[in-house]
């Protein structure tokens, strides 16, 4: 009925009184402007993180670099800042996440078992910690016990079937070498990731590096840190979200 619509005057001021809603809304609802984010990346909290995370980088590369018969090639670093997917934040409370992720390669002329022998000794990580464990193998999984049962079984089962691939594991790190039952380790490659700020510690020549270790000592082994630990540690530094912006 016409007597019900509202006058011109009423939806004008109606108009006017929910404005500050719609902008309050708004405000929520945006995202913070990118560089005010990333600002936060470079901070001296996060500088002192970063170079946390690298000294565990480097730590890892020496240890193994130091074992007898083991020759370090060449090293590439990343250090990324990504938005976390809900694998890594469920909460979504997370505007960015900045991780260092570095793969190192070396060289070895000693067969694969003695390799592993020592490797163990040098204690360069927690071979096997931290990871769920079936309590029907053996030796922990990613340890350098059941890598050397790998070996010595000719990579099968008591029943004949194939065993995994050998590799070591631990927290965020992972080992693995040229194994003559499958593809040998690929030569690396410079690498894209879908992210605003990208330090990549680019070797023109580390391709060729590699070939040529392989050539001369005849194994390639590549060291692996992630930098990340799932949700309760997705990388050494993160950006939290405002309270406005949880939930929406």
């Given at each position: ?16 009184l929910s404005v500050p809603g719609r902008i309050a809304d708004a405000t929520i609802r945006r995202p913070p402007p990118y560089r005010r984010v ?72 000693l067969d694969v078992p003695e390799l592993l022998r020592r490797i163990g000794a040098a204690e360069v990580a927690d071979w096997g910690g931290g ?19 790998y070996y010595r079984s000719n990579g099968r089962h008591p029943d004949g079937s194939p065993r995994d691939s050998p590799r070591l594991y631990a ?78």
């Open positions: 009925m016409a007597g019900d619509r509202p006058s011109a005057t009423e939806f004008i001021l109606g108009t006017l990333l600002a936060r990346t470079r901070t001296p909290e996060a500088e002192a993180a970063r170079a946390a995370e690298r000294a565990v980088v480097d730590g890892l590369a020496a240890r193994l670099g130091a074992v007898d018969g083991l020759i370090h090639v060449v090293t590439q670093v990343d250090d990324r800042r990504i938005t976390p997917g809900p694998g890594l934040d469920p909460g979504r409370r997370l505007e960015l996440v900045c991780r260092l992720a570095a793969t190192a390669y070396f060289a070895t002329a990871l769920y464990q079936d309590p029907r193998l053996p030796h922990p999984r990613g340890s350098v016990a059941e890598a050397l049962a927290l965020g790190t992972t080992l693995i070498w040229d194994d003559p039952a499958g593809l040998p380790i690929p030569e690396p490659t410079p690498t894209m990731f879908n992210s605003a700020i990208t330090q990549y510690a680019d070797d023109p020549d580390a391709a060729a590096r590699v070939a040529d270790a392989r050539a001369e000592h005849g194994l390639i082994l590549r060291l692996e840190h992630s930098g990340a630990g799932g949700p309760q540690r997705p990388g050494y530094f993160t950006v939290p979200r405002s309270r406005r912006r949880r939930g929406h």
